[in-house]
């Protein structure tokens, strides 16, 4: 019975932990496809020709920051203007007032606003380039949100670690020191504490397992049901989040019941004979 209460309430714990898991690496993923959208505009001068775009737009494709790239030729830029504001610029100026642009997407880890500061620089030195434009105002507080996120999601993961660690080793304690006449009468016909641990921290073991098994059905489940309500779900709690949240589980799973095993035994192994009582 001791065990069922043990694995019942180190489950819970368990999912709350993983729960912190899933949501800070979830959170990365959001994070990082919101970067990804962040674009940087290149606006090409009114002299440069078709061909000398392409071979500009080539070279940017293989350069290490870049995650994507969109040709806007001057052609489809009249076009989404006609289309956007209902007005044709040709009438009345004689000719195409835009310039071939291109839409610039950048990975992840070059979207902060100092990166983005190196890249439109390097991007002006080109004779092709008249402007680089990205909106820095969005970009700073768009890391700035997210590193206050992660501070936050950081904190109550430490929080529940902190507060799991507390309840599992009172619940380990409490059944070892029923247990303690035993442990007692072990220590006092000469056996050693190594002995004496052996099969508690084995208990532990399985107890740590079978909570952190339970737990990650737990999740899965809830993932599971989410995503038949909303398969976007799937595209953000990635396959490859799912194992890293599910191994933390098992392992947090296991080194806080076969710590608070170690410490609550050894404390019962240091306890005098008035002590038992």
């Known amino acids: 019975m001791q065990a069922v209460i043990s694995i019942i309430s180190v489950s819970l714990l368990l999912v709350l932990i993983g729960l912190v898991v899933m949501l800070s690496l979830t959170a990365r993923v959001v994070a990082d496809s919101v970067k990804e959208n962040l674009a940087v505009t290149l606006v090409l001068g009114d002299d440069v020709q078709t061909q000398q775009a392409v071979h500009l737009l080539d070279s940017l494709k293989g350069m290490h920051y870049v995650s994507g790239i969109d040709y806007i030729s001057r052609?489809?830029?009249l076009q989404e203007q006609?289309?956007?504001m209902g007005?044709?610029?040709t009438e009345f100026l004689g000719a195409n007032p835009f310039s071939i642009s291109m839409e610039m997407r950048v990975k992840p880890e070059y979207s902060s606003?100092?990166?983005?500061?190196?890249?439109?620089q390097e991007l002006r030195r080109s004779d092709l380039v008249a402007d680089v434009m990205y909106q820095k105002d969005l970009v700073e507080s768009l890391n700035w949100n997210l590193h206050r996120a992660s501070f936050f999601l950081l904190a109550v993961a430490?929080?529940?670690v902190i507060i799991s660690l507390s309840l599992i080793n009172n619940t380990v304690r409490l059944s070892v020191f029923s247990h303690r006449f035993v442990l007692h009468t072990m220590k006092l016909v000469g056996a050693k504490w190594s002995f004496i641990r052996r099969p508690f921290l084995i208990r532990g073991f399985w107890i740590g397992f079978v909570s952190a098994i339970?737990?990650?059905a737990v999740i899965l489940g809830g993932i599971y049901w989410a995503s038949r309500y909303d398969g976007s779900v799937l595209h953000y709690v990635t396959e490859q989040n799912i194992i890293i949240t599910a191994a933390s589980v098992l392992v947090i799973g296991l080194l806080l019941t076969l710590v608070c095993t170690y410490f609550s035994v050894t404390h019962c192994l240091k306890m005098r004979d008035s002590e038992l009582y």
């Not at 606003?113 to 439109?120: M, N």
């Open 214 to 216: 339970i737990a990650d």
């Open 113 to 120: 606003a100092d990166s983005l500061f190196r890249i439109s």
């Open 75 to 77: 052609e489809q830029a």
């Open 87 to 89: 007005l044709d610029p």
């Open 158 to 160: 430490l929080l529940l």
């Open 82 to 84: 006609v289309e956007n």
